[in-house]
Nanobody, 114 residues
Framework: QVTLVESGGGMVPAGGSLRLVCRGS?????MGWYRQAPGKQRELVAT???????EYGNFVKGRFTISRDNDKDIVQLQMNSLVPEDTAVYYC???????????WGQGTQVTVSS
């Protein structure tokens, strides 16, 4: 059974940093992060392929960096210069390398205070 387990969320003041970590069980082609704020749709934060190709949401503007360890099926999101608008539940997402299934973690809360 495929699982994705996130860690690293929390509360920080504006301008602070957080690192989110997602540990997966299984092989994945694409891994990444999405977020959902109250009353808003879930949106892309960042994704990364096994080969290291990355994609970021327009709002990131160079503040976040995604990375992964293919051997350990871990994806990390380093978030710097956080602003209150980054407050949301952040979800790890992955696409199975051999199954093409879509998998989601349980989510981790990120709160940025002004």
């Amino acid at each position: 059974q495929v699982t994705l387990v996130e860690s690293g969320g929390g509360m920080v003041p504006a301008g602070g940093s957080l690192r989110l970590v997602c540990r997966g069980s299984g092989a994945f082609s694409i891994m990444g992060w999405y977020r959902q704020a109250p009353g808003k749709q879930r949106e892309l934060v960042a994704t990364i392929s096994r080969g290291g190709t990355t994609e970021y949401g327009n709002f990131v503007k160079g503040r976040f960096t995604i990375s992964r360890d293919n051997d350990k099926d871990i994806v990390q999101l380093q978030m710097n210069s956080l602003v209150p608008e980054d407050t949301a539940v952040y979800y790890c997402h992955a696409i199975g390398q051999f199954t093409s299934g879509n998998y989601w973690g349980q989510g981790t809360q990120v709160t940025v205070s002004s």
